[in-house]
């Protein structure tokens, strides 16, 4: 693990869980990119925290289900200009957000792993952690929301213990490193050997398939339909990444096994954005995904150490890093007064975001077809503002001749050409 410049707040300066804009200095995220504004106080908390992790309020329907978030961006606010902005609200609410995400690690002292000898997955499982990051926050916000924050006293939340189960280190535990790996061996997986992002995503695809099936008469385990979105069928031949909307549609049938017209759904998109480093002109353009409210974050880190991107500001990412070792702990989902101080990290970590591997995946979740219908109008906006080089198009159906919907209807290029040149070369799938 290579040394990356962190803070913490040593003072653990933070508030309760707080959900209105009115109690933090906020600003919706309604424009696609963060905030370059800055004020002569600006620092590197000053400005627009633009995150994965921003507030939301959630409204809630007669059945208490929720049915609708909107984003609000944190903002560190310095009325007094001796203040440290460690000590202003917004980055209490930031730090109280961002620990209360579940931390996926490197554990040591598991059941060995299949027919192996390990008991650790020290130096070679931070893509596997990283990726239990991204589909914990996805079951996070399926069963307690956006809002929710983790408690500060015990009993816990069923849910959350539910959650944290699951991602034990044993084959009793439905998404483990364990069950991952085995759920991969198609795509090279195995223990002590590092994975890539794509053959990571395309993994969690097949590991959610097979506990559909195993669990056809009961509670599902994984509660969406996953989609890799990918350049063509098999991910195999390149291309910029295309969401097809009637793709995504019949994922959500098979989940639900035609019972319903639309499931939850988490949405995996494997890009490679360059050779050496991430091409400049995607830099923007991944900062802005972060201000989208289906926006799980990003699977990337420096070439060869996996991390969980949650957070963006100006040039800057926060993440949680899966290299420091822990022992190994399988919580009961029944024991809602259990230790689980090992699944959280108060140290905010951040580095440039021209800096990470331009290998990577983003993760989005959308609830219901209205969710899913505004991140393809999201997604549609930025493409179209991309210049001819998006990092992945939206289109209708699969044989629409390259038309991908935007806002209004309209169809733009999706070859990833424009009129100086084409983009094609850089977009190669692992």
């Known amino acids: 693990m290579k040394n990356i410049p962190e803070r913490t707040d040593s003072k653990n300066s933070y508030t309760s869980s707080t959900d209105s804009p009115d109690r933090i200095c906020g600003s919706i995220c309604s424009e696609a990119g963060p905030s370059n504004r800055r004020s002569p106080k600006a620092s590197l908390w000053s400005g627009f925290l633009v995150s994965a992790f921003s507030v939301f309020d959630t409204h809630s329907d007669s059945r208490g289900c929720h049915k609708k978030e909107t984003g609000v961006c944190y903002k560190i606010c310095l009325e007094d200009p001796s203040q440290e902005p460690v000590h202003s609200n917004g980055y209490a609410a930031f730090s109280e957000d961002f620990s209360s995400r579940i931390l996926m690690s490197y554990r040591k002292g598991f059941v060995s792993i299949g027919d192996s000898k390990y008991t650790s997955d020290v130096n070679w499982g931070c893509m596997l952690r990283s990726s239990q990051m991204l589909v914990a926050q996805a079951l996070l916000i399926h069963r307690l929301g956006r809002s929710w924050r983790k408690p500060s006293h015990q009993p816990f939340d069923r849910d959350y213990i539910e959650i944290l189960h699951m991602f034990g280190d044993s084959e009793d535990s439905a998404f483990s490193i364990h069950n991952l790996l085995q759920a991969g061996e198609g795509y090279a997986l195995a223990p002590g050997s590092w994975v890539g992002p794509y053959a990571m995503c395309r993994t969690w695809e097949t590991l959610a398939r097979r506990k559909i099936e195993e669990n056809e008469h009961q509670d599902q385990p994984f509660p969406m339909a996953v989609y890799v979105v990918s350049g063509d069928e098999d991910g195999e031949r390149g291309g910029a990444p295309v969401l097809c909307i009637q793709d995504a549609s019949r994922h959500c049938s098979e989940f639900s096994r ?173």
């Open 258 to 430: 035609g019972q319903l017209e639309w499931s939850p759904i988490l949405l995996l998109v494997p890009l490679v954005l360059g050779l050496d480093k991430v091409n400049p002109r995607y830099l923007p353009l991944l900062a802005a995904t972060f201000t989208f409210p289906q926006s799980l974050g990003i699977l990337g880190g420096r070439p060869g150490a996996s991390t969980y991107i949650i957070g963006v500001q100006d040039d800057k990412v926060f993440y949680l890093d899966p290299h420091e070792v822990q022992q190994a702990v399988n919580i009961s989902k029944d024991n809602l007064e259990a230790d689980s101080s090992s699944y959280h990290c108060n140290v905010i970590r951040q580095i440039p975001l021209e800096s990470i591997d331009p290998s990577l995946a983003i993760g989005f979740y959308c609830r219901d077809k209205e969710d899913f219908d505004d991140f393809c109008s999201r997604a549609s906006e930025l493409a179209a503002e991309s210049n001819g080089a998006p990092l992945f198009t939206v289109t209708e159906t699969r044989h629409s001749s390259g038309s991908s919907r935007s806002q209004e209807g309209n169809s733009f290029d999706a070859s990833g050409e424009n009129a100086e040149g084409s983009a094609q070369d850089d977009w190669q799938l692992l």
